[in-house]
C-alpha cells in the first residue's frame, strides 16, 4: 500500500509541474465529453469482515469499467452520470456481477482535482453513495485521470460496508 502511495505522489509531481507549464485556455460553457476507464476495489468491510480484491491469489477477483458523461457547466462545478458494469473472477467461472448507476455533482477545483459525490444505485439491490476524488492529467490527445472512491452501502438484508477503490480513465475531450 506504501508502494501505491509514493507512485500517486510521483505522477501528481510529474503532472502538475506540466499543468503548470501549459498556458491556460478559455472553455467555453456548456460542455459535454464522455470517459471510459477501470476501476479496481482494493478493500471493503462491513462489521464482521474485511476482504481485499488480491486476496487469496485473485480467488476472488472484481474490476469494472465505468463509462460516462459530464456536462460541465463552468470551470467549477459540472454533473456526471456513471455507469458502472462489474466483471467477477471467482474459481471456475466469470460473470458479470453487477451494474452500477452513479449519479454525482462535480466540484471542479484548483491543479485539475474534482470531489464528486456521486449517489449509488445497484443491481444487487444495493444502494449508498460514494465520494470520490479524481486528479486529471492533461495529454495531447485525450485527458487522463486517477481517482479514488470510498463507496458506502446499505440493503438487500446485507451488513453496511465501506471501501476503497482507485480507478484509471481516459477522457474524451472536445
Given amino acids: ?32 465529453i464522455g470517459y471510459f476507464s477501470f476501476i479496481l ?4 468491510a462491513n462489521k464482521s469482515t ?11 477477483f472484481a474490476i469494472g469499467f465505468p463509462v460516462g458523461i459530464n456536462f460541465l457547466y463552468s470551470d467549477k462545478l459540472g454533473f456526471s452520470f456513471e455507469m458502472i458494469p462489474t466483471v467477477k473472477a471467482v474459481p471456475g467461472t466469470t460473470k ?24 449509488a444505485f445497484e443491481t444487487s439491490g444495493r444502494y449508498g453513495f460514494t465520494p470520490v476524488l479524481t486528479k486529471v492529467l492533461k ?4 485527458n487522463y485521470f486517477i481517482s479514488t472512491s470510498v463507496p458506502v452501502r446499505f440493503g438487500n438484508s446485507e451488513l453496511t460496508s465501506i471501501g476503497a477503490n482507485l480507478q484509471f480513465g481516459i477522457i474524451f475531450k472536445k
Fill in 1 to 32: 500500500m506504501k508502494k501505491l502511495g509514493v507512485i500517486l505522489i510521483l505522477l501528481y509531481s510529474i503532472t502538475d509541474a506540466k499543468a503548470q507549464s501549459e498556458p491556460a485556455q478559455k472553455e467555453t460553457y456548456p460542455v459535454i
Fill in 41 to 44: 476495489p482494493m478493500v471493503t
Fill in 50 to 60: 474485511t476482504t481485499t480484491d488480491f486476496s487469496n491469489n485473485f480467488q476472488n
Fill in 96 to 119: 458479470m456481477s453487477n451494474l452500477l448507476f452513479d449519479p454525482g455533482v462535480m466540484f471542479r477545483m484548483k491543479k485539475n482535482f474534482i470531489l464528486i459525490p456521486r449517489l
Fill in 139 to 142: 495529454g495531447k490527445t485525450f
